[in-house]
């Protein structure tokens, strides 16, 4: 059984499909929120995995005496020390292609921009907001006439798309190919030529 902590401070829609996704595996969840009311914990309870609230000060003495195999961060709005990342292998989504676009409302800066493409990391985590090692990415383009609304909701999408799939290829070491399994990103549209 591998032991998984998602980590969130709001809304919880990665959370929810992540735990959706994994259910009846070998995968045992618990759910973290450093915010009492963040709806991601309402959202565990729903599901039946055991949901805590616990205040970012006291992060360090929640994860010290536990053993995850990975630990998920969803929308958690805090920047971790160096002394809680020793304790486990962290990793975070971030809705655009990094290292472009990092912090809050990067869906919006990226559109702002008038960038043509962007898209969704999954990457470890570091000390540094939105900056450590990238496993995985896939892109998305923004068509000429779409608002940020729609843009938003596409991203969304390909979050709930990636994030399962990558948290299940790092639990179980398999080789992290995302274009290609989940037919999204990638060059040449599903034509079957790779
Ligand atoms: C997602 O867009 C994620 O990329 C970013 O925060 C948002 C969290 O959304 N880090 P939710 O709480 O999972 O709905």
Excluded: W
Aim: proline share 5%.
């Amino acid at each position: 059984m591998k032991k998984v902590a998602v980590l969130g401070s709001g809304n919880g829609s990665n959370f929810q499909v992540i735990a959706e996704y994994f259910q009846g595996k070998d995968v045992e969840f618990t759910c973290i929120s450093d915010k009492k009311d963040g709806y991601i914990l309402e959202r565990a309870e729903k599901l039946d995995i055991p949901a805590f609230y616990v205040p970012f000060s006291q992060t360090y003495e929640f994860f010290k005496d536990k053993n995850y195999d990975l630990i998920v961060l969803a929308g958690y709005m805090r920047i971790l020390p160096a002394e809680v990342l020793a304790l486990g292998n962290f990793i975070n989504i971030h809705p655009s292609l990094l290292p472009s676009f990092k912090g809050i409302d990067a869906i919006k800066q990226a559109y702002n921009y008038g960038v043509k493409v962007t898209g969704v990391t999954v990457h470890y985590v570091c000390e540094e907001v939105d900056a450590g090692p990238i496993i995985a990415q896939v892109p998305v383009d923004i068509e000429p006439d779409m608002s940020l609304f729609q843009l938003e909701n596409v991203i969304h999408a390909v979050e709930h798309k990636l994030y399962p799939f990558v948290i299940e290829n790092i639990l179980y070491d398999k080789v992290v190919d995302p274009s290609l399994k989940l037919g999204i990103g990638g060059g040449c549209g599903g034509c079957g030529c790779h």
